[in-house]
């Protein structure tokens, strides 16, 4: 089974700055998609990014990218400039091709200060 | 509808009594996931649907635990006898069809058993 580990349960960032959430994951397989999502207070779950495992490209939203690191298993999200907005719980996700089970690591809690 | 819609947004009910919760995902949308967020903690997988039909239920996290789809449209899942440590959001998503990755999320159902 895989596995999705955060290892931050919360973290802070100044407003306008950059900030760096990890990710590792636990799998055998080659095919699989990797999620970040933004869970604000209201509860909904907002798809961030996304990265296919075949692209060794990372991926970007504007002020989001991803580091993804396929050998070593990790998926960090980079938030560039920070806004107030931005302040969520942020959980990585995973799923295998022509599969039903996304796995969700289990948050890092973040707090954009101004 | 324009998206994921829950209901009761909150409930709070007594330990031993029954709870419904009510996901109606976007129109079309085949696939049709349960997950189960405890206080910080990720999200728990608990089962999805393929239509009207429900291949894997190995996440429900006991018998008093249901869930039903009819129509290839709305789902209900019920807690039986509900316990403290029932007390949770639970979040619906669905997605256009099964094995596709990308999911929408409902804002959830938080569940309080006193």
């Known amino acids: 089974a895989q596995t999705v580990t955060q290892s931050q349960p919360e973290m802070s960032v100044q407003e306008a700055e950059t900030v760096t959430l990890s990710c590792t994951y636990d799998t055998s397989e080659n095919n699989y998609y990797l999620f970040w999502y933004k869970q604000p207070p209201s509860r909904q779950m907002i798809l961030v990014i996304r990265q296919e495992a075949y692209k060794q490209q990372n991926a970007t939203e504007n002020r989001f990218s991803v580091n993804f690191q396929k050998a070593a298993k990790s998926f960090s999200l980079k938030i560039s400039d920070s806004q107030l907005g931005d302040t969520a719980m942020y959980f990585c996700?995973?799923?295998?091709?022509?599969?039903?089970?996304?796995?969700f690591g289990a948050g890092t809690r973040l707090t954009v200060k101004p | 509808g324009a998206g994921v819609s829950q209901s009761p947004s909150n409930k709070v009910t007594e330990k031993g009594k029954d709870v419904e919760l009510r996901c109606d995902p976007i129109?079309?949308?085949?696939?049709l996931y349960w997950y189960r967020q405890s206080l910080g903690q990720g999200l728990e997988f608990l089962i999805y649907?393929?239509?009207?039909?429900?291949?894997?239920k190995s996440g429900l996290p006991s018998d008093r635990f249901s869930a039903e789809r009819t129509g290839g449209s709305v789902s209900t899942l019920t807690i039986q006898r509900t316990q403290q440590e029932d007390s949770a959001v639970y979040l619906c998503?669905?997605?256009?069809?099964?094995?596709?990755?990308?999911?929408?999320f409902g804002s959830g159902t938080q569940l309080s058993v006193l």
């Open positions: 649907f393929q239509g009207n039909s429900a291949p894997d």
């Open positions: 996700a995973f799923i295998f091709y022509n599969n039903n089970d996304m796995r």
């Open positions: 998503a669905s997605s256009p069809q099964v094995s596709n990755e990308k999911l929408f």
């Open positions: 129109s079309g949308h085949t696939a």
